[in-house]
Structure formats: C-alpha cells, structure tokens
C-alpha cells in the first residue's frame, strides 16, 4: 500500500499496489503492521456501507465525540465520491480545516480519518456504494456533526444543492458546538 499524506495531520490517502497479470489484479487494502509503521489506528471492530441512490446526496458532516473517538478507514467500492474530513480536534493547528479527495471504485483510493475529525461525502454518480472500517463500536450517545454548509469551514462542495436528510439539514454550526478561535 502506499500512504499519502494529506495537508491534515494523521489524515492519509492510501493507494493499493496493483500486481497484475492476465486474469486482473491482486492488491492488500488493509495491514495491521503497516498502518502502526504509519502511526495509524489499526482498530477495526466495527464495517459499515452506505448505499446512495442519486448523485448529488450528500452525508455529514458526521463524528464520534471524546471519550468514544474513531477513526475511519473509508472507501468507495462502486461509483465515486466527493470525499470532505475536517480537522476537529482541539488544540491542532489544522483545526477547522478541511480536505477532500476523490474516491471511487475504478481508483480505489481509500481516506483514513483520524480520530477527532468530522467526516461527510457527496455522491458524484448515481448508486454509489461506501465502505467505512471503524475503530470504535457504534454509540448513539457520542454522535455529533457539524453543518455541511458552514460559511466558517467554506467546504466547496461540487453541487451546491446536494439531497439531504433531515437529520443532517438540522446540524449544528461548528462555532455552536466548539469554542470560537
């Protein structure tokens, strides 16, 4: 595998090394060893998909809060993806920052997200399917999100009226949830 730093500390793009021959390709997506020499969180204790049936939907900004953090390991096994993380941990230097990458299941780039980071994506084609590893177990209680359209965050989506649910419509502003620096 081949890890990329992004511009976001502990954030990576990680690239799978095709070995091809005539019947297609082999390529490991993910080792354990490889993502401690990385200083990644190896954890997987919980898989997720998301299936979107229109282009243009659009989900997050999503996050598990302190004392229950975790990081993703997300890919896009059919389709392609806009995919946004933000930096929200207190204290870093790239807080409130974002990046975003294109992931989709013909480049098979995958996003890791690191604990204390919001995640969201908006679907550049119809039927696009995500998978997300996670470090931590599901807890209803440590949900938290930010609004996808925060004018302090300035996230260029690529469409600017995106299909979203009520749930994250009603999200809250970054500066509502987090002390104004």
Known sequence: MKFIETPLPGAFLIEPVRLEDERGFF?????QREFE????NPRICQCNISYNRSEGALRGLHY????????KLVKCIRGAIYDVIVDLRPGSPSFAKWYAAELSG????MLYVPEGFAHGFQTLTGDAEVLYQMSEFYKPEATGGIRWDDPRLGIVWPRSEPILSARDRALPLLDEVFAVR
């Open 106 to 109: 013909d480049n098979r780039t």
């Open 37 to 40: 020499e990385h200083g990644l």
């Open 64 to 71: 598990q809060k302190p004392p229950d953090p975790e990081a």
């Open 27 to 31: 390529a490991r997506t993910f080792c």
